[in-house]
Antibody, heavy 121, light 107 residues
């Protein structure tokens, strides 16, 4: 079964760092782009960026460039989203998703279960 | 950045009724438009890709059409389980973007 399994919920304080993960299985992890999508409480979906685990080619939305870092470790089929200094406004559900068709222009055909990040003092 | 504008924002519909949701792009995106369904407390699910291509396992009452700047998601004969928020998403240019969502409520 093709699936993406994300790490568990996190509660952090402002200024702390965080790295959440997304592990792929059931397919060739290095052959498909993986994306990250933010959903703030009660709000819509926001595209953050994508990475190609095969060569770590990464593209960011200007809204998130410099605010987060997307990376991948192909040896363990895992993509990451990390923050160096969290803000309360980073409180949200974060989804990873696979771009189908092995193509940067594809749709997100497989989604992780989401990781809830809460940032509060 | 391409802006996707969905209409309506909210729709209250009776079971078996037909639902039409539109997504308008701020510039032409060809057929690089996809539709997702998100039920409360669940991850989004792909319904339609490339404007009109069906997805295995998705009920046939869901269909998509359009190209260029105007796209439509149609739900024929709405069922209670279709209560959800629906999003369009463009993959024509970076950064990719989503529409603001359309919430469908069952009367």
């Amino acid at each position: 079964e093709v699936q993406l399994v994300q790490s568990g919920a996190e509660v952090k304080k402002p200024g702390e760092s965080l790295k959440i993960s997304c592990k792929g299985s059931g397919y060739s992890f290095t052959s498909y782009w993986i994306g990250w999508v933010r959903q703030m409480p009660g709000k819509g979906l926001e595209w953050m960026g994508i990475i190609y685990p095969g060569d770590s080619d990464t593209r960011y939305s200007p809204s998130f460039q410099g605010q987060v870092t997307i990376s991948a470790d192909k040896s363990i089929s895992t993509a990451y989203l990390q923050w160096s200094s969290l803000k309360a406004s980073d409180t949200a559900m974060y989804y990873c998703a696979r771009l189908g068709d092995g193509y940067i222009g594809g749709a997100f055909d497989i989604w992780g279960q989401g990781t809830m990040v809460t940032v509060s003092s | 950045e391409i802006v996707l504008t969905q209409s309506p924002d909210f729709q209250s519909v009776t079971p078996k009724e037909k639902v039409t949701i539109t997504c308008r792009a701020s510039q032409s995106i060809g057929s690089s438009l996809h539709w997702y369904q998100q039920k409360p407390d669940q991850s989004p699910k792909l319904l339609i890709k490339y404007a009109s291509q069906s997805i295995s396992g998705v009920p046939s009452r869901f269909s998509g059409s359009g190209s260029g700047t105007d796209f439509t998601l149609t739900i024929n004969s709405l069922e209670a389980e279709d209560a959800a928020t629906y999003y369009c998403h463009q993959s024509s240019s970076l950064p990719r973007t989503f529409g603001q969502g359309t919430k469908v409520e069952i009367k």
